[in-house]
C-alpha cells in the first residue's frame, strides 16, 4: 500500500453524505470539497498532519502569493505528478526493503495487538468512554499508516525502554483549519521562504534518507541540526515492523471494506540521544533558563484546563527575559500572520495529557480569533491576563479560608475547596473568554473588555459563597469567612480598577 499513489484516505463530501477512500492524487487535484472521516478526533487530526508533511516534502510553494494560490486552487495532474520524482518507494506501507515507519526485522518474543499502536485505546484512564469497542482488531493499510505516524510523533512510547519522539511525549499540535481537508493542507504547508528562515539547509537535506530507509543505531548520539526536515517530520523512535496481513474486511477503525488488514506487529526496546533542540513546525516552544542556561522544548497538555490559559504560548512570540521564558507559536501559526489578510483564525489545536506512558486525557478542539488576531495580539494577552487575574483572586481568598479550617481545628474532606473551585471557575469561564476571542472587535474593544471584567467578577463572588456556604454555620468560621471574604472583594475591585484605568489597549 503506497501513500502517493493508492486510496487509503477516509473522507466523505463536506456537503453530503457517503465515505469512500481516495487517493493523494484525487485530493489534491479534483475541486470537490472533502474531509476526513474517522471515528477519532486524534486519528483525524493525525491523519491530517501525515498528509501536511507529505505535502510539504513534496509540494513545497516558493512563496506567499504560490501559498495563496495552493489553497485557493487544485493541483493539476502534471504538477502532482512532478512532486511524485523521486519519492515513489518512500511510502510504501509494504516496502520489502524499508516499509514506512518501519524497521524490518524486528526480532520480539511476541506480537502486539493492532490496539496497542492506536493511542489511548487501551491502558488509558477512561477508556472505555472514549472509544467504542474493537477499534483496534484489525486495521487497513490507511489506519495502520496513520497510527504508526501518530504513535511515532504524538505519542509517549510504549512504557520503559522507548523513547518517545523528537517533540517529547505527549506534545501539543496546532493547526490551521480551513473550509475543507485540501485548503486545511495547503494552508499548514510552509512556503520555501518559510523554510529558508527555519531551517537553512532544508534543501540539501531535502532527500535525507527516513528513519525506515536509514534506522537510527542503538545508543547513538544524534546532533539535532544533522535532522533534516524529511526525517524529523516522519522521525520513527520505536523499532516497530507490521505482521504480515492477513485476508480482507472491514476495517475496525474506519470501517472500508479491503483486501488486506493488519492485525499485529512486532516491537524492540533500543535506545538514543539527541543532542540539541529540534524545531518542529506544528508545535509551539518555549525557552527557559535553568542553572543559567537556556533549554528549549516543545510545549505539551500537563493540567486539566481551558486552552485558552494557553492562548500566550499557543499564538503570541516572546522573546526570554530575565524573568520570563522565551515562547514560540508554532511556524505554520506564524506563517498564517503572513497569510491572514484581515480574515478571522481557527485553530485546530489537539495532544495527549499522559502520566509517563499512560494516556490520561485527549484533547482535540478549535479555537476562534476574530478579524484582527494577527495586529492585535496585546490584546488577546490582555484577555488573558484579566482572566487569569480574577481566577488567581478566587484561588487566594478560598485558600485563606481553608487555611482559616486548619487553625480552627475543621479539616474539610476530599479535594481542598479551592482547587474544586479553581476547576468550577475555569468551566464556567471557558465558554465566555472562547466566544470573547471569537467575536471581539479587535479595534475597538474597551466595551467588551469591560463587560469581561463584570462577569468574572459576579462568577468569583457566586462561586465564593457557594464554595464556602457549608461551612458558614461553624462559629469558629465565622472570622476566617470574613477575612476571606473581605480579601476577595478587595482584589476584586483592584482588578475592576484596573480595568477601568487601562489605557486602550490597542493605541
Not at 75 to 101: C, V, Y
Not at 116 to 129: D, E, P, Y
Not at 290 to 306: D, Q, V, Y
Not at 476 to 492: E, Y
Request: charged share 20%; net charge neutral; proline share 5%.
Amino acid at each position: 500500500m503506497n501513500l502517493l499513489t493508492d486510496r487509503w484516505i477516509p473522507s466523505k463530501p463536506v456537503t453530503g453524505n457517503g465515505v469512500e477512500q481516495i487517493s493523494l492524487e484525487t485530493l489534491l487535484c479534483e475541486p470537490q470539497l472533502r474531509s476526513l472521516s474517522l471515528p477519532r478526533d486524534d486519528m483525524e487530526m493525525a491523519a491530517c498532519q501525515l498528509l501536511i508533511c507529505i505535502v510539504q516534502l513534496l509540494w513545497p510553494p516558493e512563496n506567499r502569493e504560490h501559498s495563496i494560490q495552493r489553497i485557493q486552487k487544485p493541483l493539476t495532474r502534471e504538477e502532482f505528478l512532478a512532486g511524485l520524482t523521486g519519492w515513489e518507494e518512500s511510502f510504501d506501507l509494504n516496502h520489502p526493503d524499508h516499509p514506512f515507519m518501519q524497521v524490518k526485522g524486528v526480532v520480539a518474543k511476541e506480537t502486539t495487538g493492532m490496539d496497542k499502536l492506536m493511542v489511548g485505546l487501551t491502558g488509558s484512564t477512561s477508556c472505555a468512554f472514549m472509544n467504542e469497542p474493537g477499534q483496534g482488531e484489525a486495521l487497513c493499510g490507511g489506519c495502520a499508516a496513520i497510527a504508526l505516524f501518530n504513535q511515532a510523533g504524538n505519542a509517549p512510547g510504549f512504557g520503559g525502554g522507548f523513547k518517545s519522539g523528537l517533540r517529547g511525549g505527549a506534545p501539543i499540535t496546532t493547526l490551521i483549519q480551513q473550509r475543507c481537508l485540501r485548503s486545511t493542507i495547503w494552508a499548514n504547508v510552509l512556503n520555501a521562504e518559510s523554510l529558508e528562515r527555519n531551517y537553512p539547509d532544508w534543501q540539501k537535506q531535502r532527500y535525507q534518507a527516513f528513519t525506515w530507509q536509514k534506522p537510527i543505531v542503538s545508543n547513538e548520539k544524534i546532533p539535532a541540526h544533522s535532522i533534516g526536515l524529511s526525517r524529523g517530520l516522519f522521525w520513527q523512535p520505536a523499532h516497530i515492523e507490521l505482521s504480515s496481513p492477513s485476508s480482507g474486511g472491514q476495517c475496525s477503525a474506519c470501517g472500508s471494506l479491503v483486501y488486506k488488514r493488519y492485525q499485529s506487529f512486532l516491537k524492540a526496546k533500543f535506545n538514543y540521544t539527541i543532542e540539541g533542540f529540534w524545531l518542529h513546525p506544528h508545535s509551539p516552544s518555549v525557552e527557559q533558563t535553568k542553572k543559567g542556561i537556556a533549554e528549549k522544548r516543545h510545549i505539551g497538555f500537563t493540567l486539566s484546563i481551558p486552552c485558552w490559559t494557553q492562548v500566550g504560548r499557543l499564538l503570541i512570540s516572546q522573546q526570554l527575559e530575565k524573568n520570563q521564558e522565551g515562547r514560540r507559536p508554532a511556524l505554520v501559526i506564524e506563517q498564517a500572520r503572513q497569510l491572514a489578510n484581515g480574515k478571522p483564525l481557527y485553530m485546530s489545536i489537539g495532544g495527549y495529557r499522559n502520566n509517563q506512558a499512560a494516556i490520561v486525557e485527549r484533547r482535540h478542539e478549535v479555537m476562534v480569533f476574530s478579524q484582527g488576531w494577527d495586529r492585535h495580539h496585546d490584546v488577546i494577552n490582555e484577555i488573558i491576563n484579566i482572566g487569569q487575574g480574577y481566577r488567581l483572586a478566587l484561588r487566594k481568598a478560598l485558600y485563606l479560608f481553608v487555611e482559616g479550617m486548619k487553625d480552627s481545628e475543621i479539616i474539610g474532606s476530599g479535594i481542598p475547596v479551592h482547587d474544586v473551585t479553581e476547576r468550577r471557575f475555569y468551566r464556567e469561564s471557558d465558554i465566555c473568554i472562547t466566544r470573547l476571542l471569537a467575536t471581539i472587535n479587535y479595534e475597538q474593544p474597551l466595551k467588551e473588555l469591560e463587560a469581561l471584567h463584570l462577569y468574572l467578577s459576579d462568577l468569583c463572588k457566586t462561586l465564593f459563597e457557594t464554595a464556602t456556604h457549608p461551612y458558614a454555620h461553624h462559629l469558629k468560621l465565622i472570622q476566617a469567612l470574613a477575612i476571606a471574604r473581605r480579601v476577595l472583594f478587595t482584589q476584586l475591585s483592584a482588578l475592576k480598577m484596573q480595568g477601568e484605568q487601562a489605557d486602550d489597549p490597542t493605541q
